[in-house]
């Protein structure tokens, strides 16, 4: 995705709801970057508000936009069933909320894809990035939560529910409380959120995920972080040898830390290991990836 330019004929609209903030920009069908802002989530005050004030928000920037508005991508947390929005517990209201026809309503445009955060991203680096030409790929999200994207014929594949890839409700352990107990394993254990809550345990006071990298010299922490590092590249590497992607894409806010540990796991695990890389995009990759389904509903 590129940047930059000032006059077009058509655009296609990007929303991405996170947890703080919720990022917007317009894009040409060409894939240049044109406008763009972003406001606070304030998920405390509801989902309805939420859509409202980010509807307030995007005929803003579309009025800012010279051109006709022909579609708009969406990445949300949670995943898209039957036109609702599941597994989204953190913002009130927002589990079960009709979201697509509420900004199609909204928005005006009957050409609105919307996807969770996860498969964005990898819609992102399917069209501009490091899964570009690629016919099965594994994208890889570890940050504030953990997620995959599995791409199969040079698509993301959502699966029968739409929940392709959420992998932090795999089990580590056979015999550990899972979804039917309201947990979700591997995401407690080695996401940003997890690892902040067990190095708070582990040091007595409260760390951030970022916090602990930066006391990686204190064996505690050092062996903490390890522990989760081997957890993924195991899971990665597992995912590697089921799919067997030409090439698996690591992304999200804490990629460069686990990335040695999943090459390593997937070189020492996989029959036939691909080629394990950085993403292109992190910053905003949700984002990028809402314009890139945006021009995919063109």
Same mark, same amino acid.
């Given at each position: 995705?590129?940047?930059?330019?000032?006059? &077009?004929?058509?655009?296609?609209?990007? @929303?991405?709801?996170?947890?703080?903030?919720?990022?917007?920009?317009? $894009?040409? &069908?060409? *894939?240049?970057?044109?406008?763009?802002?972003?406001?606070?989530?304030?998920?405390?005050?509801?989902?309805?508000?939420?859509?409202?004030?980010?509807?307030?928000?995007?005929?803003?920037?579309?009025?800012?936009?010279?051109?006709?508005?022909? $579609?708009? *991508?969406v990445s949300t947390?949670?995943?898209?069933?039957?036109?609702?929005?599941?597994?989204? =517990? !953190?913002?009130?209201?927002?589990?079960?909320?009709?979201? =697509?026809?509420?900004?199609?309503?909204?928005?005006?445009?009957?050409?609105?894809?919307?996807? !969770?955060?996860?498969?964005?991203?990898?819609?992102?680096?399917?069209?501009?990035?490091?899964?570009?030409?690629?016919?099965v790929g594994l994208?890889? !999200?570890?940050?504030?939560?953990?997620?995959?994207?599995?791409?199969?014929? *040079?698509?993301?594949?959502?699966?029968?529910?739409?929940?392709?890839?959420?992998?932090?409700?795999?089990?580590?352990?056979?015999?550990?409380?899972?979804?039917?107990?309201?947990?979700?394993?591997?995401?407690?254990?080695?996401?940003?959120?997890?690892?902040?809550?067990?190095?708070?345990?582990?040091?007595?006071?409260? &760390?951030? $995920?970022?916090?602990?990298?930066?006391?990686?010299?204190? =064996?505690?922490?050092?062996?903490?972080?390890?522990?989760?590092?081997?957890? @993924?590249?195991?899971?990665?590497a597992n995912l590697?040898?089921?799919?067997?992607?030409?090439?698996?894409?690591?992304?999200?806010?804490?990629?460069?830390?686990?990335?040695?540990?999943?090459?390593?796991?997937?070189?020492?695990?996989?029959?036939?290991?691909?080629?394990?890389?950085?993403?292109?995009?992190?910053?905003?990759?949700?984002?990028?990836?809402? &314009?890139?389904?945006?021009?995919?509903?063109?």
């Amino acid at each position: 995705m590129t940047t930059g330019g000032t006059s &077009v004929g058509e655009f296609v609209l990007g @929303i991405d709801f996170g947890g703080t903030k919720v990022a917007l920009a317009t $894009a040409s &069908v060409t *894939g240049e970057r044109l406008r763009g802002t972003r406001l606070p989530t304030r998920a405390a005050d509801g989902a309805k508000e939420v859509v409202r004030r980010v509807l307030d928000a995007a005929h803003g920037l579309v009025a800012e936009t010279p051109g006709r508005l022909v $579609a708009a *991508g969406v990445s949300t947390f949670g995943v898209i069933r039957e036109g609702r929005v599941r597994l989204a =517990p !953190n913002v009130p209201g927002w589990d079960d909320l009709p979201l =697509p026809a509420l900004l199609r309503d909204g928005l005006g445009v009957p050409a609105v894809r919307v996807d !969770n955060d996860v498969n964005a991203a990898a819609a992102a680096e399917l069209r501009w990035g490091r899964l570009q030409g690629a016919d099965v790929g594994l994208y890889v !999200n570890f940050g504030t939560g953990s997620g995959a994207a599995l791409v199969v014929g *040079g698509r993301v594949v959502p699966g029968t529910h739409g929940a392709a890839g959420e992998i932090g409700y795999l089990l580590r352990d056979p015999a550990e409380p899972g979804y039917a107990d309201g947990r979700a394993p591997l995401e407690e254990y080695t996401s940003g959120s997890g690892l902040a809550a067990r190095g708070s345990a582990l040091l007595g006071e409260q &760390v951030t $995920a970022e916090g602990l990298f930066a006391r990686r010299d204190e =064996p505690a922490v050092a062996a903490l972080l390890d522990d989760a590092a081997a957890t @993924i590249g195991m899971a990665v590497a597992n995912l590697t040898t089921f799919l067997d992607p030409q090439r698996v894409v690591v992304g999200g806010g804490m990629a460069e830390a686990f990335l040695p540990a999943v090459r390593a796991a997937v070189d020492r695990a996989v029959p036939f290991p691909p080629p394990v890389e950085a993403a292109r995009f992190v910053d905003d990759a949700a984002l990028i990836g809402a &314009v890139a389904l945006g021009l995919q509903a063109t």
